[in-house]
């Protein structure tokens, strides 16, 4: 009698015991048991996530100053400026943007890659509207 051991659980079953599956031989219960799922890395290039992090910071630090100008007692103008937010969206807008090239020459989940890159494009974008005292 043939034994061969199960890819999966690397049980030794009988040969004829086995199913032949995309993942090898495995034997009757780890056919039925979903596959294990790989570890898939985040598919957003490197700069990306340096983007997503520049992009984030703002949220939770800022250094804003707001200035009104008081004219006969009514306010005239006022601006807000969060000059962490001003520095950092840009940068990680343009992260994203690099990100964005670097998915466009992908070849596995491509849309996913694409779209995330845009997210941190429009990341960086808020915070330079936040920046701007406008968000
Ligand atoms: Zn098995």
Same mark, same amino acid.
């Given at each position: 009698?043939?034994?061969?051991?199960?890819?999966?659980?690397?049980?030794?079953?009988?040969?004829?015991?086995?199913?032949?599956?995309?993942?090898?031989?495995?034997?009757?219960?780890?056919?039925?048991?979903?596959?294990?799922?790989?570890?898939?890395?985040?598919?957003?290039?490197?700069?990306?996530?340096?983007?997503?992090?520049?992009?984030?910071?703002?949220?939770?630090?800022?250094?804003?100053?707001?200035?009104?100008?008081?004219?006969?007692?009514?306010?005239? /103008?006022?601006?807000?400026? !969060?000059?962490?937010? #001003?520095? %950092? $969206?840009?940068? @990680?807008?343009?992260? &994203?943007?690099?990100?964005?090239?670097? /998915?466009?020459?992908?070849? !596995?989940?491509?849309? #996913?890659? %694409? $779209?995330?890159? @845009?997210?941190?494009? &429009?990341?960086?974008?808020?915070?330079?509207?936040?920046?701007?005292?406008?968000?």
């Amino acid at each position: 009698m043939t034994t061969t051991s199960c890819a999966q659980c690397n049980t030794t079953f009988a040969q004829k015991d086995l199913f032949a599956t995309p993942r090898g031989l495995v034997c009757a219960s780890c056919n039925d048991a979903p596959p294990i799922p790989k570890a898939t890395p985040l598919p957003l290039a490197p700069v990306g996530i340096v983007g997503v992090v520049l992009g984030s910071l703002p949220f939770g630090l800022s250094f804003s100053t707001s200035s009104s100008m008081t004219i006969n007692g009514v306010v005239e /103008a006022s601006s807000r400026r !969060d000059y962490v937010a #001003l520095a %950092l $969206g840009p940068v @990680a807008a343009l992260c &994203g943007a690099l990100a964005l090239l670097a /998915a466009t020459k992908a070849t !596995d989940q491509k849309n #996913l890659r %694409l $779209g995330l890159a @845009a997210g941190v494009i &429009g990341l960086g974008l808020v915070q330079i509207l936040r920046g701007l005292g406008l968000a």
